[in-house]
């Protein structure tokens, strides 16, 4: 085992290690934890405790943690030299696999923008994972709270944050301005600094992969990504791309897109299909207090899931109790989302609610979900009879208010007193499968509403396009197209491909001027003897205005839409006629 120069591991217990690709978590794991600085102490000691309890409750003795003090923040630079981000606790980070962290100051001045970016930096941790659901009680600025219960997948290495910006004023600001300005024809403020936001194919299929993983691994409902693509379309717009590319190649057997939902399935969710859907940053905003529990997980980009996992906090009760992690493939540092709170510590009075649920996840990522279960389901209780702190205990009547290792008691006690963990998951099962009915008919009676109430606005031809393709062979007579045509009600037919691979379309202006005008006999006449071929395809990722620009230059009425070198869809003028006068049409 390595020796290191202030860090102790266990003698007891075992590392959790990766075998084929998963945790391996044996009953007695080694996990290492971050006091953190200010309240950081105070918290730590105290859900230390309620973890330990929990574990001993729910497998009676059989498991137990044994716990690895590392060193970060102010602890750390006392020890290591002014080294507040000492090599050695990184390397044991790494090493043990999973941890958990208290909240840390950044020093001023030096060194680092943030300690905790510079973690997920050095760690490779990619995603930041934060789940926001309310718990019965926590005092909320919303009606219905409880409909609040989803789990944001934040980007953590690219986007703005990325840190790639220029001061004005400066020889590089210049520099890059020239070459904008010159090279780029870029226009843009004298003076301006400037800022490079990067978004990569790699970062936005790892980020989504891993969140739709979670929501098979959790039964959740669907996957919604999150982006402003309909301004930033190279970028945010990307990231909605590739993230729909992810599910439709790596998970195509148990997922659909919103539109399959509504046009294939009529709104009835497939039993096992996980729906990816896509929302506009500021629209998920209004969604996320209008209607929450349409949304279950979210994957997004680094900025707009900083703004938007504190602002959904926010609606439950606050960051207080928000819990979070930063994983890279494996190895994960669960952390408190709030800051030290330096004039509040060593006094025993926060509320360790943050890190209490982050060691929550910590659990549940080792899959000791007893365990976890075990808290979750008590912290409602002791929260209901009023043993708050201070935080809470000024907004509840009749509260009574206790410090932070009083509350660490209370929860304890409770969970030394036994929960009924198989009723209590079964009452939430049955409650779940109800909402989810009740969510299932109302897109059943009126898709449109709800399409329209759950803010998803078409921006690209896959949006609008009809999925149910209907076509024909080019060896089948005019005639046979023409019946084809006649039975569906339909003014087009697509035309599978011919020996070089070329679709085809034929509609009914074709057989206007090229069978009835050249007065040829359709009985006798071969599709491919007059349909369109080869036909000017578009992606699905094209968006809706490019497509009306399309098809006024072509003077086409329709555009088929491809996938590769196979045609999908048709999207039509009257398509995007009836999504301007339906969903109305805004210039961005």
Not at 11 to 29: A, S
Not at 383 to 403: L, P
Not at 557 to 568: E, H, T
């Amino acid at each position: 085992m390595s020796v290191y120069r202030h860090i102790k591991i266990p003698t007891t217990g075992e590392k959790i290690t990766i075998r084929n690709g998963r945790l391996h978590v044996p009953d007695q794991p080694i996990i290492g934890y971050v006091e953190g600085d200010g309240i950081g102490p105070d918290i730590t000691r105290a859900c230390l405790r309620v973890w330990d309890a929990a574990v001993e409750k729910a497998y009676g003795g059989k498991r137990k943690i044994h716990w690895c003090e590392t060193y970060l923040g102010e602890k750390a630079a006392s020890l290591y030299d002014g080294n507040y981000c000492p090599d050695e606790t990184l390397q044991v980070l790494k090493d043990l696999v999973v941890s958990i962290k208290g909240p840390l100051t950044t020093p001023v001045g030096g060194g680092f923008r943030s300690l905790n970016v510079a973690l997920r930096q050095e760690l490779d941790l990619y995603a930041c994972v934060r789940p926001v659901r309310h718990y019965a009680g926590v005092p909320s600025p919303l009606k219905r709270p409880d409909k609040v219960d989803v789990v944001i997948f934040r980007e953590n290495t690219e986007d703005v944050y990325a840190g790639i910006e220029y001061k004005t004023g400066t020889p590089e600001n210049e520099k890059l301005a020239r070459f904008l300005r010159e090279e780029m024809n870029a226009k843009f403020f004298d003076g301006a600094g400037l800022g490079i936001k990067p978004i990569s194919e790699f970062g936005s299929k790892r980020l989504v992969r891993k969140a739709i993983q979670y929501a098979i691994d959790n039964g959740r409902e669907s996957v919604t990504l999150v982006h402003k693509g309909n301004i930033m379309k190279f970028t945010e717009g990307a990231f909605r791309n590739w993230g729909y590319e992810v599910a439709r190649e790596e998970f195509g057997s148990v997922t659909i897109t919103e539109e399959q939902l509504y046009g294939e399935y009529k709104g009835k969710q497939p039993e096992g299909k996980i729906v990816i859907k896509d929302r506009i940053a500021d629209i998920m905003f209004q969604m996320m207090l209008l209607r929450p529990e349409e949304f279950d997980v979210i994957a997004t980009m680094n900025l707009n899931g900083d703004y938007l996992s504190d602002a959904i906090a926010a609606e439950v009760g606050g960051v207080g109790i928000a819990p979070g992690a930063n994983i890279a493939d494996h190895v994960a540092v669960f952390e408190a989302t709030h800051g030290t709170a330096p004039k509040y510590a060593n006094l025993n009075k926060v509320n360790p609610g943050s890190l209490l649920f982050s060691g929550v996840m910590m659990l549940e990522y080792m899959g000791w979900k007893e365990a976890a279960d075990l808290i979750t389901l008590v912290y409602p209780e002791v929260v209901s009879d009023g043993i708050v702190t201070y935080d809470f205990a000024r907004q509840i009547d009749g509260a009574t208010e206790v410090g932070t290792s009083q509350f660490a008691d209370a929860l304890i006690e409770r969970i030394r007193g036994g929960v009924d963990l198989e009723a209590k998951r079964k009452a939430q099962q049955a409650q779940l499968a109800k909402e989810r009915k009740q969510r299932e008919i109302r897109r059943l009676l009126q898709p449109l509403e709800e399409m329209v109430d759950t803010g998803r606005v078409p921006t690209t031809v896959g949006d609008l396009m009809t999925r149910s393709l209907i076509t024909v062979s080019d060896g089948e007579t005019v005639e046979s197209a023409m019946h084809v045509m006649t039975d569906n009600d339909i003014s087009s037919v697509v035309v599978e491909p011919d020996d070089e691979g070329r679709w085809g379309i034929l509609t009914r202006r074709d057989i206007v001027t090229r069978i009835v005008r050249m007065n040829k006999n359709p009985a006798t006449t071969r599709v491919r003897d007059i349909c369109s071929r080869p036909v000017t395809s578009v992606p699905a990722e094209m968006s809706i205005r490019e497509a009306a620009a399309m098809i006024s230059d072509t003077n086409f009425s329709r555009l088929p839409v491809a996938q590769g070198d196979k045609i999908i869809g048709i999207v039509t003028e009257t398509d995007i006629f009836n999504a301007v006068e339906k969903f109305a049409w805004t210039q961005e």
